[in-house]
Every structure is written in structure tokens, then in C-alpha cells.
């Protein structure tokens, strides 16, 4: 109180009296008194460390004001960049963006094996817990969502017995390279389908679930959990890794909206903006283990959630 009491006095030359009276008003109503102290001082008389220790207040009318310009410039280059991706739209309407769904296992498979590279610690803690899932006795069914080229079958362990869905059936050809490759599983069937309907699959039949940079994609996320939840056995659990949405107070945030619309057809059908793991909160498993983590990608993937629920 004191260190104040000698600033404000030197720029202002308050008398004592005023001094009293400030530090009457900093006492009885500490947020109203600063404000009105800093208002009070011409710019530039106290240092921004001592206005902002003095002006909480102040403090967050500004920072409301950087989120609104930030929100407004973030809307005007989405539509900017929603413009330029207008052929692409048109492309989407009209059924031509089925094309690309024949060239993306090719990209896809590119990209996981960089992404393995970068992830590869990540992925071996992650699934070192799998067998902890295997029924007494027996061995450790596991049922991948989204399997892909298959880039995770190298974390799963000895003996296990893989089913493997995806939506997209032209990833046949890089899977079955993969099941070649890892040898030491044994693989039930692959499955065309969507995450929200694994119909094909009977109720509490598998042990383990897994689902990696995959419920970015999904049309219905808390869907997709209610499938898993039903082919879980009890006991079971689903393993996942995702990107996420970044702090809203963060660059990658701004251009992860910003380039969304672009991401969506780059990455067939990828959202780059989903808060995953709140539908995981809200999904109901005995025991949820989930980390945030910054990868080390580029800036639009960083975030990422990791872990896995109990059924």
C-alpha cells in the first residue's frame, strides 16, 4: 500500500488528505477504487504491471475486447477462405468429391507413417496397457475403428486378434500389405463401416476398442461411443488418440478456424476444431484416463488427447 501511496503522490502531488481518502476507497472497495485511481492518472503514470494489479476490472474489459476483434477477424478470413474453396464445395454437392476418397488411403498412408515417426513414444506408452484387457485364460480380441493403412497394428501385442473397420474400402490393398508386414497377429476380417454403425459386430464381443485420428472425422461423435460402448465386453476398454481443438487464447486456435474449410477436404472430411474430449466426459465409462499433450506436429494438429475408458 505504501509503494502506491508514493507514486500516485509524486505524479499527482496529492496532499495527505487525498492519500487518506484513495486508500479508504482502495480498502473498502478494492476493484471500484483501482478503477477509478487508474482512470484518474494521466497514461503512462503507472507502470502496466501496477494497472493491472490495480484494475482487474480493466483487465478483463480488455481482454474481452481482444477476444471480440479476434472472433471478428477469425469470421472474416474463415469466409475468405470459404470463398476460395468454393470449387470444392460445388465439387462436394455434386458428387465429385468421391474421387478424392480413391486417392486419400495413398495420402493417408504417407502421412501415418510420418506421423508414427513423430508419435511413436507416445503410441508404445499409450498401448503398452493392452494386455492388462486380455480375459483370463484366452486371448485379447481388439476391434480397430477407422483401421486405415493399419499403422498401429506394430504397438498391438503377440497374439492378438484384430478386426479391422473403415468406412472407406479402398484401403484394402495398404491393409493387407500391413497384416503381411505384422506377422505376429492374427487378423479376423476387415469391415466396411462407419463408426456409428458397426452393426456387423455382435453386442460385448470384443475386449479392447481402438480409435486414432479418427473422431475428427465421424459425423456423430457421442453415436460412435454408444457403438463402442455396446460391443465393449465389461471390463473392456477404448483406446484412443485424437487431435483436438487448440486454447482459444492461442494463434493455432485463430487458424485452425480460419483453414478449416480447406482442412475438411484435404483431410476427408477432418475437423480440426472438435472439443473430443467432452463427448469422452460425457460417455460414461467406470474410469476415463485421459491426458492433454502438444505433439510434436505442425501447429493445426498439436493438440491432442490421450488415454482410454473402462467400460
Given at each position: 500500500?505504501?509503494?502506491?501511496?508514493?507514486?500516485?503522490?509524486?505524479?499527482?502531488?496529492?496532499?495527505?488528505?487525498?492519500?487518506?481518502?484513495?486508500?479508504?476507497?482502495?480498502?473498502?472497495?478494492?476493484?471500484?477504487?483501482?478503477?477509478?485511481?487508474?482512470?484518474?492518472?494521466?497514461?503512462?503514470?503507472?507502470?502496466?504491471?501496477?494497472?493491472?494489479?490495480?484494475?482487474?476490472?480493466?483487465?478483463?474489459?480488455?481482454?474481452?475486447?481482444?477476444?471480440?476483434?479476434?472472433?471478428?477477424?477469425?469470421?472474416?478470413?474463415?469466409?475468405?477462405?470459404?470463398?476460395?474453396?468454393?470449387p470444392l464445395h460445388l465439387m462436394h454437392a455434386m458428387g465429385l468429391y468421391n474421387i478424392y476418397k480413391r486417392i486419400f488411403?495413398?495420402?493417408?498412408?504417407?502421412?501415418?507413417?510420418?506421423?508414427?515417426?513423430?508419435?511413436?513414444?507416445?503410441?508404445?506408452?499409450?498401448?503398452?496397457?493392452?494386455?492388462?484387457?486380455?480375459?483370463?485364460?484366452?486371448?485379447?480380441?481388439?476391434?480397430?475403428?477407422?483401421?486405415?493403412?493399419?499403422?498401429?497394428?506394430?504397438?498391438?501385442?503377440?497374439?492378438?486378434?484384430?478386426?479391422?473397420?473403415?468406412?472407406?474400402?479402398?484401403?484394402?490393398?495398404?491393409?493387407?500389405?500391413?497384416?503381411?508386414?505384422?506377422?505376429?497377429?492374427?487378423?479376423?476380417?476387415?469391415?466396411?463401416?462407419?463408426?456409428?454403425?458397426?452393426?456387423?459386430?455382435?453386442?460385448?464381443?470384443?475386449?479392447?476398442?481402438?480409435?486414432?485420428?479418427?473422431?475428427?472425422?465421424?459425423?456423430?461423435?457421442?453415436?460412435?461411443?454408444?457403438e463402442v460402448h455396446r460391443i465393449l465386453r465389461p471390463g473392456g476398454a477404448f483406446y484412443f488418440m485424437e487431435h483436438v481443438?487448440?486454447?482459444?487464447?492461442?494463434?493455432?486456435?485463430?487458424?485452425?478456424?480460419?483453414?478449416?474449410?480447406?482442412?475438411?477436404?484435404?483431410?476427408?472430411?477432418?475437423?480440426?476444431?472438435?472439443?473430443?474430449?467432452?463427448?469422452?466426459?460425457?460417455?460414461?465409462?467406470?474410469?476415463?484416463?485421459?491426458?492433454?499433450?502438444?505433439?510434436?506436429?505442425?501447429?493445426?494438429?498439436?493438440?491432442?488427447?490421450?488415454?482410454?475408458?473402462?467400460?
Open positions: 500500500m505504501k509503494d502506491w501511496k508514493i507514486k500516485v503522490n509524486s505524479v499527482l502531488q496529492l496532499t495527505p488528505g487525498h492519500v487518506c481518502f484513495l486508500s479508504k476507497v482502495l480498502r473498502d472497495a478494492p476493484a471500484e477504487g483501482a478503477g477509478l485511481l487508474c482512470r484518474s492518472l494521466p497514461c503512462g503514470a503507472l507502470s502496466c504491471s501496477d494497472k493491472l494489479h490495480l484494475t482487474p476490472r480493466c483487465r478483463r474489459s480488455r481482454a474481452t475486447r481482444s477476444s471480440a476483434n479476434m472472433t471478428l477477424a477469425m469470421t472474416l478470413w474463415k469466409a475468405v477462405v470459404n470463398v476460395l474453396c468454393l488411403p495413398m495420402c493417408q498412408s504417407s502421412f501415418s507413417i510420418a506421423y508414427n515417426t513423430k508419435m511413436h513414444e507416445q503410441k508404445k506408452e499409450l498401448f503398452g496397457s493392452l494386455t492388462q484387457f486380455t480375459k483370463p485364460g484366452g486371448r485379447l480380441t481388439l476391434l480397430e475403428i477407422g483401421c486405415g493403412s493399419g499403422t498401429n497394428f506394430q504397438y498391438y501385442p503377440p497374439g492378438c486378434k484384430v478386426i479391422c473397420t473403415d468406412p472407406n474400402p479402398h484401403f484394402e490393398k495398404y491393409l493387407s500389405k500391413t497384416m503381411a508386414d505384422n506377422d505376429h497377429l492374427s487378423y479376423e476380417r476387415f469391415v466396411v463401416a462407419t463408426g456409428e454403425d458397426l452393426g456387423s459386430v455382435g453386442h460385448e464381443s470384443v475386449d479392447v476398442v481402438v480409435c486414432t485420428l479418427v473422431l475428427c472425422s465421424v459425423n456423430d461423435i457421442p453415436q460412435t461411443l454408444r481443438v487448440a486454447d482459444p487464447s492461442t494463434w493455432s486456435y485463430f487458424f485452425q478456424h480460419v483453414l478449416q474449410p480447406l482442412w475438411y477436404y484435404f483431410g476427408d472430411g477432418c475437423e480440426v476444431i472438435r472439443e473430443t474430449w467432452k463427448h469422452l466426459e460425457a460417455a460414461g465409462f467406470s474410469d476415463l484416463k485421459l491426458r492433454h499433450i502438444q505433439a510434436p506436429l505442425v501447429f493445426m494438429l498439436k493438440p491432442h488427447i490421450v488415454g482410454y475408458g473402462v467400460k
